[in-house]
Nanobody, 124 residues
Framework: QVQLVESGGGLVQAEGSLRLSCVAS????????MGWFRQAPGKEREVVAA????????YYADSVKGRSTISRDNAKNTVYLVMNNLKPEDTAVYYC?????????????????WGQGTQVTVSS
């Protein structure tokens, strides 16, 4: 199958920036769209951003639009999420996800493979 490993999380001050990376391994040739989700304590998992295989279509949640950039390097089987102007409400575990679907996928149920998550904590 497909394995996903995230990195880049940590503790950052408000208004700071970070870059999350997710490397896929295994049957990477079956991967279509990829996405980043997050889950804060006591809240449901929510989509942050998603990108098609070609990178031609991208989605951002309203909460991060304008201060986040998702990108992917298919040669490296890696997807990135850069977040700027971080806020305490961005604190969550961030998960990378991959789907066999080629179209843009927004919902967690559309994704087939998940990483174990990386903690992002934004201090005020």
């Amino acid at each position: 199958q497909v394995q996903l490993v995230e990195s880049g999380g940590g503790l950052v001050q408000a208004e700071g920036s970070l870059r999350l990376s997710c490397v896929a391994s295994g049957r990477t040739y079956i991967i279509g769209a990829m996405g980043w989700f997050r889950q804060a304590p006591g809240k449901e998992r929510e989509v942050v951003a998603a990108i098609t295989w070609s990178g031609g279509r991208i989605y951002y949640a309203d909460s991060v639009k304008g201060r986040s950039t998702i990108s992917r390097d298919n040669a490296k089987n890696t997807v990135y999420l850069v977040m700027n102007n971080l806020k305490p409400e961005d604190t969550a575990v961030y998960y990378c996800a991959a789907t066999r679907r080629n179209g843009l996928a927004y919902g967690s149920r559309e994704y087939d493979y998940w990483g174990q998550g990386t903690q992002v904590t934004v201090s005020s």
